[in-house]
């Protein structure tokens, strides 16, 4: 595609619902990151792909954050028991390898009742 | 543990007055720095990469420069059309991206 691409663009759950977050890369790019951005805030690094391995996960808060690349293209972010904490933009980026520049999708807003 | 802080703030300027910004970094053997620019609702859009000292990249009036210890953004008779969030991230050798806070910057007609 031309761009990377995210969905749903909002979403709204109440607390200690489950949400899953979408994002299609660029098409070609075997890195694949997740960021979480709270207002006014750069973003904070959550867990890193190359392919369909998931390299470096040390970014998720807790053990209620889950993220899968099953066939090394398109990746899903996945919240358990979702809370209030865990309001924020959630963004994917994607580049032709780690150390690439990483080209952003525009994110999920994702607010928690 | 990397750190990047970025200054000012918010920046208010008028069309046509050139400014700077400046990113300052802690990190342990960088591999590179990156600027971004973030409109609102929107994902970080690619600016430029700087990788050494010295260096320097440019492109329409935005230029960017690199040292040991900072990199800055200097922005050239701006436009309303500049106005936006503008980040800067560095990477140490082997780490993942390290994002500063950001500037806000405003452009006044």
């Known amino acids: 595609g031309a761009g990377v691409s995210q969905s749903p663009r909002y979403k709204v759950a109440k607390r200690g619902q489950d949400v899953a977050l979408r994002c299609d890369p660029i098409?070609?790019?075997?890195?694949l990151f997740w960021y979480q951005q709270a207002l006014g805030q750069g973003p904070e690094f959550l867990t890193y792909?190359?392919?369909?391995?998931?390299?470096?996960k040390s970014g998720l808060p807790s053990d209620r954050f889950f993220a899968e690349r099953p066939e090394g293209s398109v990746s899903t972010l996945k919240i358990q028991r979702t809370q209030q904490e865990d309001s924020a933009v959630y963004l994917c980026?994607?580049?032709?390898?780690?150390?690439?520049?990483?080209?952003f999708g525009d994110g999920t807003r994702l607010s928690i009742l | 543990e990397d750190q990047v802080t970025q200054s000012p703030e918010a920046l208010r300027l008028q069309e046509g007055e050139s400014s700077s910004l400046n990113c300052s970094y802690t990190?342990?053997?960088?591999?590179?720095l990156f600027w971004y620019r973030q409109d609102p609702g929107k994902g970080p859009e690619f600016l430029f990469t700087?990788?050494?000292a010295g260096e320097e990249k440019e492109k329409e009036r935005l230029k960017a420069t690199l040292t040991k210890k900072e990199s800055f953004l200097h922005i050239t008779a701006p436009k309303p059309e500049d106005s936006a969030t503008y980040l800067c991230?560095?990477?140490?050798?082997?780490?993942?991206?390290?994002f500063g806070p950001g500037t806000r910057l405003s452009v006044l007609p």
């Open positions: 991230a560095v990477q140490a050798y082997g780490q993942n991206f390290v």
């Open positions: 980026a994607s580049s032709d390898g780690p150390n690439q520049p990483q080209h």
């Open positions: 792909f190359q392919n369909e391995a998931q390299l470096d």
């Open positions: 700087l990788y050494s």
């Open positions: 990190v342990s053997g960088l591999r590179g």
């Open positions: 098409s070609g790019h075997v890195s």
